[in-house]
């Protein structure tokens, strides 16, 4: 009954945001005292909801008003910056304080026919009033190039969104994954029934998902949520066949310092992998004018993103894990900019910054990823995670390199010395009622932060950040499974393979861009 009422409560606020802040799931009238006891099913209802669209992860206008981009060089054809060329201090003027801030081995299925493609081509929306947060309001959220480009578009599991339940049966039949560990009341499962979908998401007329596979495509910019729909995206896939997705959106990507990420669902493929028989992936995605153009926020404006293409060899979870497509060092500033944007998820997520976990600190190291990072492809990464997954490479006086591998140790390097204290932009701080256990909530977007403590010189020598996924360390996984009891026989996605991505030095320009309609 509570799922019921929590998804029916969450289409109404995303329909109607002014009239309810966030959900309540109690009977009418009834007002209870906000106890421990309340804030727990607060939060259990959140995780419930965030169990039910987990896959959407793997492993998610007018008035613009743009700053503080400046120059980045490319490190590849993809526009990633690379770490030794940064922009010139001396050219960068001074930022605004707004910025500164997936029963047995799923053999290989056959897609649907090819899907028309063109204007109008997969009909008008059925969405004719979207989720609240698919706007344009962007706030200090991140530029990951000097280019409007696509970073990545990877399938990240195949089968298991609009299913039509998440019963044990159920998620087992479709490849998915399901877990129900001693802390919970309710199993944690890697698959989405079409009610949560249809209300988070824009589809396509006539359409409601059905056993769809899920992938994200990672932008260079941040999207302005408005001209976010399915048939912006053209999939061409490696049997040849086109195929416009059924829905799209932001989710998990909804704060307003993200939003760089458009989560798409439809049938693009199977669970075959590069050079298996009869394997189907996307090979390549277009962006296409479908009438209301996908537009970014960039250094300059707004900019189309109609032309952009994207090839990937092996681009589907099946052959690789998730992976880093950028990362990028900023300054804490005073305070957090751009958190928040959802009151629904804000209520079980929200604090997850730097402040509410740390107290600040001096930098914050985000790390952009091709998909979602988790520890088990369904259970959530804890902010005190960082020694089991990550470490930061930076230059000694020596030049040599010196690995960040603990937290709370102090670090001698060139400029002096830096200290981690943790991840952040995961889930809420440890205490009142949060235990980083198997059933921490977090928000299983594509962007996690590194916070770090030191001197403003020490933090320049920092040159990569490193997921080992090896030896010591453990791999992370996309979203969609196998989770810590996988099904015998069924194939599951990819571990995160090595990974060792440049950092973005942006300290004396934050190459951030903000939109306030």
């Given amino acids: ?115 028309p493609v063109g204007l109008g081509a997969a009909g008008p929306d059925a969405d004719d009033s979207p989720p609240a947060f698919l706007d344009d309001r962007i706030i200090a959220a991140d530029l990951w190039g000097p280019e409007l480009a696509i970073l990545s578009a990877g399938m990240g599991f195949d089968g298991v969104i609009g299913l039509p339940d998440t019963d044990l049966e159920t998620v087992r039949a479709a490849g998915g994954s399901f877990y129900l560990p001693e802390c919970a009341d309710a199993p944690i499962v890697s698959g989405a029934t ?4 249809n209300a988070l998401y824009r589809g396509t007329a006539d359409d409601s998902p059905d056993y769809d596979d899920g992938l994200p495509v990672v932008f ?16 061409t896939l490696t049997n040849g066949d086109q195929v416009v997705p059924n829905f799209a959106g932001l989710v998990p990507n909804w704060e307003l310092n993200e939003r760089n990420t458009v ?21 390549k995605l277009e962006i296409v004018d479908d009438g209301t153009p996908l537009r970014f926020l960039g250094p300059d404006g707004e900019a189309s993103g109609v032309g952009l293409t994207w090839e990937g060899e092996g681009a589907t979870g099946y052959g690789t894990g998730p ?7 900023n300054y804490v500033g005073d305070a957090p900019a ?21 107290g600040g600190g001096n930098f914050r190291l985000r790390m952009l990823t091709s998909g979602g990072f988790t520890p088990t492809g369904i259970t959530g990464l804890t902010p005190d995670a ?9 230059t000694a006086e020596d030049g040599s390199t010196v690995l960040l591998s603990e937290i709370g140790v102090d670090y001698e390097v060139a400029g002096g010395t830096l200290r981690v204290l943790g991840l952040a932009d995961l889930g809420q701080p440890l205490g009142d009622g949060v235990v980083y256990n198997d059933c921490y909530t977090e928000d299983v977007d594509n962007q996690i932060d590194i916070i770090l403590e030191g001197d403003d010189a020490a933090a ?58």
């Fill in 194 to 197: 079409a009610v949560g979908i």
């Fill in 1 to 115: 009954m509570h799922k019921f009422l929590l998804l029916e409560g969450l289409t109404e606020w995303t329909r109607h945001p002014d009239s309810a802040g966030g959900i309540d799931a109690r009977s009418d009238g009834e007002v209870l005292e906000r106890g421990n006891a309340d804030r727990h099913r607060d939060r259990f209802r959140v995780r419930l909801l965030i169990a039910l669209l987990a896959a959407t992860l793997f492993a998610f206008g007018c008035g613009s008003n743009a700053t503080d981009e400046r120059s980045v060089k490319d490190r590849s054809d993809a526009g990633v910056p690379d770490a030794n060329d940064q922009p010139d201090p001396r050219s960068a003027p001074e930022s605004r304080a707004a910025e500164d801030e997936a029963t047995e081995e799923v053999a290989a299925d056959t897609p649907l026919p090819s899907s």
């Fill in 460 to 517: 320049r020598s920092i040159t990569h950040v490193e997921v080992p996924s090896s030896g010591e360390y453990r791999p992370l996984y996309n979203p969609g499974g196998p989770g810590p009891e996988p099904f015998p026989e069924v194939r599951y996605t990819e571990p995160s393979p090595h990974d060792l991505e440049p950092v973005i030095i942006a300290l004396d320009d934050p190459l951030r861009v903000s939109n306030v309609p």
């Fill in 263 to 283: 989560v798409v669902f439809g049938d693009f493929g199977n669970r075959g992998a590069p050079g298996e028989a009869d394997a189907v992936y996307p090979a």
């Fill in 338 to 358: 751009g958190e928040g944007g959802a009151p629904l998820f804000e209520q079980g997520l929200l604090p997850n910054d730097e402040f509410a976990l740390y």
């Fill in 220 to 235: 260079t910019w941040p999207v302005l949520g408005s001209t976010v729909h399915p048939e912006d995206f053209l999939f």
């Fill in 323 to 329: 992976q880093l497509v950028g990362a990028k060092l």
């Fill in 386 to 394: 960082y020694e089991r997954h990550f470490r930061i490479h930076a």
